[in-house]
């Protein structure tokens, strides 16, 4: 049965999305300052609180301690080259997009060394404020740390909720940090959110010049009939699935082609005698190593492996018939649909100035 007040939140984050990205860069611009620096300061605000409350300690130690024999799991690596692929939004066309509206002569590696780090920073920021209040949670149960820890949606829609909860100080305190956390969820999002749009919006009227305000439009619309689904009551469970078969299957064969195309169809060293002059940093040979040889076979072995673990068994426990829907049908669809895509002609004579919001034909 379907949940309406998920669907209207669905509906309203939509038109957000689609008023953030209809004038591209310059609608765009006026928003980002608050999505990116908003959310810091509220990870902040959860911060304190967290590491204030009883038992924080053992759930920052549960975080923080280092457990090194975990280095031979190659199933840590995995969920670590899936969660960078994500995080970072590599082989979603994101950071090509965003890449291409900035000016030719821009510092490429300083660029991508800060987005890199301040990536990984607000990560361990979020980590901090989990697990602290997560310590909380367990000291109050009684249980153990691990006992407590979930990952994926599970954390951020349903154990972290319930740690709020019993946060003490009374409802009107669980109530104020719920609405916290829930904001930073909100704004951190929607910005991931745009950014995926924009991704697909640039590169449709790329290749075809269609008009922007109306592909915005039409994009939008599509991914908000699609993704009623997770307004429904087993939307949480749509989300795990396909999470789990896009960003496992999906990010990893993305990032496999695009170090393939960079690395030996376009050339690695052309790329990098490209950006080296023009950045204050210097990237060595060792650059054109990780992206022809390295960086492909990890990706391979990666995606392999966790080929073999999913065909032997269903994910998450799921039936064959959800595995093929919400999975592996999915992925096959995605395939096909932009191999379709790629081969349609677009018009060569189209030009697009920088902002994205103006077509020349």
């Given at each position: 049965?379907?949940?309406l007040?998920?669907i209207?939140?669905?509906?309203?984050?939509?038109?957000?999305?689609?008023?953030?990205l209809?004038?591209?860069?310059?609608?765009?611009?006026?928003?980002?300052?608050?999505?990116?620096?908003?959310?810091?300061?509220?990870?902040?605000?959860l911060i304190?609180r967290?590491?204030?409350?009883?038992?924080?300690?053992?759930g920052?130690?549960?975080?923080?301690?280092p457990?090194?024999?975990?280095?031979?799991?190659i199933?840590v690596?995995?969920?670590?080259?899936?969660?960078v692929?994500?995080?970072?939004s590599?082989?979603?066309?994101?950071?090509?997009?965003?890449?291409?509206?900035?000016?030719k002569n821009s510092?490429?590696?300083?660029?991508?060394?800060?987005?890199?780090f301040?990536?990984?920073?607000?990560?361990?920021?979020?980590?901090?404020?989990?697990?602290?209040?997560?310590?909380?949670?367990?000291q109050?149960?009684?249980?153990?740390?691990?006992?407590?820890?979930?990952?994926?949606?599970?954390?951020?829609?349903v154990?972290?909720?319930n740690?709020?909860?019993?946060?003490p100080?009374?409802?009107?305190?669980?109530?104020?940090?719920?609405?916290?956390?829930?904001?930073?969820?909100?704004?951190?999002?929607?910005?991931?959110a745009?950014?995926?749009v924009?991704?697909?919006?640039?590169?449709?009227v790329?290749?075809?010049?269609?008009?922007?305000?109306?592909?915005?439009f039409?994009?939008?619309?599509?991914l908000?009939?699609?993704g009623?689904?997770?307004a429904?009551?087993a939307?949480?469970?749509?989300?795990?699935?396909?999470d789990?078969?896009?960003n496992?299957?999906?990010?990893?064969?993305?990032?496999?082609?695009?170090?393939?195309?960079?690395?030996?169809?376009?050339?690695?060293e052309?790329l990098?005698?490209?950006?080296?002059?023009i950045?204050?940093?210097?990237?060595?040979?060792?650059?054109n190593?990780?992206?022809q040889?390295i960086?492909?076979?990890i990706?391979?072995?990666?995606?392999?492996?966790?080929?073999?673990?999913?065909?032997?068994?269903?994910y998450g426990?799921?039936?064959?018939?959800?595995?093929?829907?919400?999975g592996?049908?999915?992925?096959?669809?995605?395939?096909?649909v932009s191999?379709l895509l790629?081969?349609?002609?677009?018009?060569e004579s189209?030009?697009?100035?920088?902002?994205r919001?103006?077509?020349?034909?």
């Amino acid at each position: 049965m379907v949940q309406l007040p998920g669907i209207n939140r669905v509906v309203v984050s939509w038109i957000a999305i689609y008023l953030i990205l209809r004038k591209g860069t310059e609608s765009v611009g006026k928003v980002v300052p608050y999505t990116v620096i908003l959310p810091v300061v509220l990870l902040l605000i959860l911060i304190i609180r967290s590491v204030t409350l009883p038992g924080a300690i053992e759930g920052l130690n549960y975080y923080l301690k280092p457990d090194f024999t975990k280095l031979l799991d190659i199933g840590v690596w995995i969920d670590a080259y899936t969660q960078v692929f994500f995080t970072l939004s590599l082989g979603m066309g994101i950071m090509i997009a965003y890449a291409s509206y900035m000016p030719k002569n821009s510092d490429v590696v300083n660029n991508a060394l800060i987005t890199v780090f301040a990536n990984s920073g607000v990560s361990f920021m979020a980590g901090i404020a989990v697990f602290g209040t997560l310590g909380y949670m367990a000291q109050e149960q009684g249980v153990a740390i691990a006992d407590v820890v979930a990952d994926g949606v599970i954390l951020a829609f349903v154990t972290y909720p319930n740690a709020i909860n019993m946060l003490p100080g009374g409802p009107i305190v669980a109530g104020f940090f719920g609405v916290v956390f829930f904001v930073t969820l909100l704004t951190l999002g929607i910005d991931s959110a745009f950014s995926l749009v924009e991704s697909n919006v640039a590169g449709i009227v790329d290749k075809w010049g269609f008009n922007r305000r109306k592909t915005t439009f039409w994009v939008v619309v599509l991914l908000l009939v699609t993704g009623l689904i997770f307004a429904t009551r087993a939307g949480l469970y749509w989300l795990d699935l396909i999470d789990h078969y896009v960003n496992t299957y999906g990010l990893l064969l993305g990032g496999l082609l695009e170090a393939l195309a960079i690395g030996w169809f376009y050339n690695a060293e052309k790329l990098r005698n490209y950006f080296n002059p023009i950045s204050e940093y210097q990237f060595g040979k060792w650059w054109n190593i990780m992206v022809q040889v390295i960086t492909p076979i990890i990706l391979v072995y990666l995606f392999v492996f966790n080929l073999s673990k999913d065909i032997g068994a269903n994910y998450g426990g799921y039936g064959k018939l959800y595995q093929w829907i919400g999975g592996w049908g999915l992925l096959i669809v995605m395939a096909i649909v932009s191999v379709l895509l790629s081969a349609i002609k677009g018009r060569e004579s189209v030009t697009v100035d920088s902002s994205r919001g103006n077509v020349n034909l």
